[in-house]
């Protein structure tokens, strides 16, 4: 709880509330890792949020020239890092010692619309307006917050206030605009546990008002919303029953219904007392009849009982749903707004809580299809059921449906803003409900909250594209590439949006535009020369393209290992018979450049490989096997350098004993589906053949699955985040 003078993060200053802010602290924006394909740092200031809150501009033509000295370098300081709260708090906290109200104005607007969770700074705002005389203004700021954050109980309180200040009382109109913020409120806020001032300032109002029905009405909603003060609506409403008549109080309905009741049970009663007695009235003289239109203080008595006999059931009921969730309340420590991270106690609180609200709907779901399966003679045959009559039922029912699992991740979405799991969390609760739904909370958490976090920008895209708007896809990732360059997932996912899409030209251009742009960084432009040589390979079917794209990749980056192996890839695929100086020619290439001994002793297998597989002259197989020998010994001088890297293959090539004949131990697969992709070893040992400088040594590394990951690997894992989690 904040001192009494002291500002939260909402902009309250001295309000000995629970809801106060802690202190004012920034949190750091998300980076990206290389694992995310990114070599530069997020681009925060060109995230700009919407900014169109109001209808016209606060009218600041008066005071707009002779702006505070020190504002225009606290308005740059905060628009040069947008989401650094401290540098906003600071400008507006000067705003307001200077007492400057167009630079205020100015300062709240650009500040609230990038963080409009902030109920104390709409407050702040109303206040502004209200003392310099823009009473509607002030109305409209109110208005304009509550749809930022529609579950503010201290705003809607704010509102409500100002309202009650400001309008005229005596026209007839006023009560019932009144009544209907009321309504409104409740209805966007009253689930809310700390809703307790919210009911109780509506409570007195109509009191006020006269209207003790209307009164008896709010308080018989409130005992069914489960609130931190329960108690305290059921003694209010003892309270109220007692000092009122009930027919002043109750429904007609009600009143009808619970005084025909008393009366005949009062009647009963009276007959019971009198046959113990031993007294008989005389034929036709009747009980003594009470005056029409009034009832005796005995009947108001009994009526009182009965009401109270009736709302006990529903305190019960709500006590017990009050107790459930004490617990999960008393966890969250902070249910407002702050860029403070959370601590873990309170973001394991709000999953556990939503996971047990999520529980209790389909508990409730799965009991109400039960009671609707149920047949007549089930019916009948329940005493339960016959006894409690309908209507009672449905009194004591404390309200429990999807509307609550909604109210309780909105809530959560207050306090967790800034974390993307809850966000993602709640768009696949609503997926299986409305696509404009969940379109709406993209909107909200890329738009407003999370703009500098790339998963959920893509999968937002990945949503529009899944529902057909492709336009909408492509306008979000294009958005997403902008305001953040340099991150390579962005461009993938619009190549790949592109190829999905049929317009693989397009794709092409965004892969060779990235080739282009990123020739500083040798990092990322070999990556993308390796993807754009990918497209032009496998769906282009033009190797030619693909091999000049890496050649000239290599120019950049001649000690780039992976454009080798990619070039190796594509002069393998082309025809046998014009591949095989080609692919001499890239191996060549590779053992002159500043590769690792593993890469040239790789690439110079792989050439083998394919010497062996497809030359159609022993000769030829010999040399190169020669050449290849040779450059085991200068590397490494042992065939170990060569097959380092994996020690599944030294135990395909050496027993236990450590024989190199223990890969004949191996036993080849039984199933006759399975192929049999290593040919049985040679009569001779592996050693032996390779120290006579035979071709028998050839099987040594040949048997070994050398090329398991043969390949360019994706050190970026640019299909993070492709999806929501599931």
């Given at each position: 709880m904040a001192a009494e003078g002291e500002m939260n993060s909402n902009g309250d200053l001295g309000e000995?509330?629970?809801?106060?802010?802690?202190?004012?602290?920034?949190?750091?924006?998300?980076?990206?890792?290389?694992?995310?394909?990114?070599?530069?740092?997020?681009?925060?200031?060109?995230?700009q949020p919407e900014t169109a809150f109001f209808s016209a501009p606060p009218d600041t033509e008066d005071e707009g020239s002779d702006l505070p000295a020190d504002f225009e370098r606290l308005w740059n300081a905060a628009h040069d890092n947008p989401r650094d709260f401290t540098s906003w708090t600071d400008l507006l906290q000067y705003c307001e010692q200077e007492g400057h109200i167009g630079a205020s104005q100015r300062a709240l607007m650009e500040f609230l619309a990038r963080f409009p969770l902030c109920y104390g700074y709409w407050k702040k705002f109303a206040d502004l307006e209200r003392r310099a005389g823009n009473n509607d203004k002030a109305a409209e700021v109110c208005v304009q917050g509550l749809q930022s954050i529609p579950l503010s109980v201290d705003l809607w309180i704010h509102y409500i206030n100002l309202l009650l200040g400001t309008l005229d009382m005596n026209l007839p109109e006023s009560p019932k605009h009144i009544r209907s913020v009321f309504e409104d409120a409740v209805v966007a806020a009253g689930l809310d546990f700390h809703s307790n001032r919210l009911w109780d300032l509506y409570f007195e109002w109509e009191k006020e008002q006269g209207d003790l029905r209307n009164a008896t009405a709010v308080l018989d909603r409130v005992l069914k919303v489960p609130t931190q003060h329960y108690n305290t609506?059921?003694?209010?409403?003892?309270?109220?029953?007692?000092?009122?008549?009930?027919?002043?109080t109750l429904s007609l309905e009600e009143y009808e219904e619970v005084r025909a009741f008393c009366r005949e049970s009062q009647k009963v009663e009276r007959a019971e007392q009198a046959k113990e007695k031993g007294e008989e009235r005389p034929?036709?003289?009747?009980?003594?009849?009470?005056?029409?239109?009034?009832?005796?203080?005995?009947?108001?008595?009994?009526?009182?009982?009965?009401?109270?006999v009736r709302r006990e059931k529903i305190y019960q009921e709500n006590e017990n749903e009050v107790r459930k969730r004490w617990n999960f309340e008393d966890t969250i420590k902070r249910p407002y707004f702050h860029v403070k991270p959370l601590d873990q106690t309170q973001l394991r609180g709000w999953h556990a809580y939503l996971d047990w609200e999520v529980a209790q709907l389909k508990k409730d779901t799965q009991?109400?299809?039960?009671?609707?399966?149920?047949?007549?003679?089930?019916?009948?045959?329940?005493?339960?059921?016959?006894?409690?009559?309908?209507?009672?039922?449905?009194?004591?029912?404390?309200?429990?449906d999807d509307h609550r699992v909604r109210f309780l991740f909105e809530r959560c979405l207050i306090a967790c803003a800034l974390?993307?799991?809850?966000?993602?969390?709640?768009?696949?609760?609503?997926?299986?409900?409305?696509?404009?739904?969940?379109?709406?909370?993209?909107?909200?958490?890329?738009?407003?909250?999370?703009?500098?976090?790339?998963?959920?920008?893509?999968?937002?895209?990945?949503?529009?594209?899944?529902?057909?708007?492709?336009?909408?896809?492509r306008r979000v990732l294009e958005a997403l590439d902008k305001n953040m360059p340099g991150l390579a997932v962005v461009r993938l996912?619009?190549?790949?949006?592109?190829?999905?899409?049929?317009?693989?030209?397009?794709?092409?251009?965004?892969?060779?535009?990235?080739?282009?742009?990123?020739?500083?960084?040798?990092?990322?432009?070999?990556?993308y020369s390796i993807?754009?040589?990918?497209?032009?390979?496998?769906?282009?079917?033009?190797?030619?393209?693909?091999?000049?794209v890496l050649q000239e990749a290599l120019e950049i980056s001649p000690d780039n290992d992976k454009l080798h192996l990619n070039l190796l890839e594509v002069e393998l695929s082309a025809e046998t018979w014009s591949s095989a100086e080609a692919?001499?020619?890239?191996?060549?290439?590779?053992?002159?450049?500043?590769?690792?001994?593993?890469?040239?002793?790789?690439?110079?297998?792989?050439?083998?490989?394919?010497?062996?597989?497809?030359?159609?002259?022993?000769?030829?197989v010999l040399s190169v096997y020669e050449a290849h020998q040779k450059l085991i010994k200068e590397l490494g001088g042992t065939k170990r350098e060569a097959e380092s890297g994996d020690e599944g293959r030294e135990k395909l090539s050496k027993g236990d004993g450590g024989s190199a004949n223990g890969a004949s131990e191996q036993v080849p697969p039984t199933d006759p589906q399975v192929p049999i992709t290593m040919p049985p070893p040679p009569p001779m040992s592996i050693d032996a053949g390779a120290q006579s400088g035979g071709y028998g040594g050839y099987s040594s590394w040949y048997q070994q699955p050398q090329y398991s990951s043969y390949g360019y690997q994706n050190t970026w894992n640019y299909n993070q985040g492709y999806y929501p989690p599931s």
């Open positions: 000995p509330s629970a809801m106060e802010a802690a202190e004012v602290s920034t949190l750091p924006p998300p980076e990206m890792s290389d694992e995310n394909g990114c070599t530069d740092s997020a681009t925060e200031a060109s995230a609506h059921y003694e209010k409403f003892k309270v109220h029953l007692n000092n009122s008549d009930p027919k002043e034929p036709g003289e009747e009980e003594p009849a009470t005056p029409e239109g009034t009832d005796s203080e005995e009947l108001m008595q009994r009526m009182r009982e009965q009401v109270l009991d109400h299809n039960k009671d609707s399966n149920k047949t007549d003679a089930d019916v009948k045959e329940d005493p339960e059921v016959t006894a409690q009559p309908q209507r009672e039922m449905e009194e004591t029912k404390v309200f429990c974390y993307e799991e809850f966000w993602t969390r709640y768009i696949q609760y609503l997926e299986t409900c409305s696509v404009d739904e969940v379109r709406a909370v993209y909107k909200r958490a890329c738009d407003i909250h999370l703009p500098s976090t790339p998963n959920i920008h893509m999968q937002r895209a990945t949503f529009e594209e899944r529902h057909g708007d492709l336009a909408e896809a996912r619009r190549a790949a949006l592109e190829r999905r899409a049929g317009q693989l030209e397009q794709s092409e251009a965004l892969l060779q535009e990235a080739v282009t742009q990123s020739k500083e960084k040798p990092t990322l432009h070999a990556f993807k754009l040589a990918r497209l032009f390979l496998k769906l282009g079917r033009n190797p030619s393209r693909a091999r000049r692919v001499q020619q890239c191996v060549t290439r590779a053992l002159e450049a500043p590769l690792t001994p593993h890469t040239k002793i790789l690439l110079s297998q792989r050439g083998l490989q394919f010497v062996e597989e497809y030359s159609n002259s022993i000769q030829s």
